[in-house]
């Protein structure tokens, strides 16, 4: 979520995030039952899970980059929400 001065408030894209945070969950998960520190299949695991954990913060910093960036997204943002899902110009 982010909140601009104006007190406007935005939510980050939650199908994109909630998806990554469960499979982020699930490799997290594998990473844990691998006991063996020096073993290449817990070095891969850990890999993949700092991998998916950055594409968790891309996903966050690129909604942040879009929301102060381009000022047509939160207009249209701010209709979508004030008006639903109707076209307004």
């Known amino acids: 979520m982010a909140i601009t001065s104006d007190g406007s408030k935005y939510d980050l894209p939650k199908k994109q995030l909630a998806k990554l945070e469960k499979n982020r969950k699930r490799k997290q998960k594998k ?40 000022p047509g997204i939160r207009k249209q943002s701010y209709l979508r929400r004030k008006f639903g899902s109707e076209e307004h110009g």
Not at 34 to 47: E, I, L, Q, W
Not at 52 to 62: C, Q
């Open 31 to 70: 990473l844990s039952k691998k006991t063996d520190k020096t073993s290449n299949k817990r070095r891969k695991a850990k890999r993949l899970v700092a991998k998916v954990s950055g594409k968790i913060a891309r996903v966050r910093e690129d909604f942040l980059h879009k929301l102060s960036r381009f």
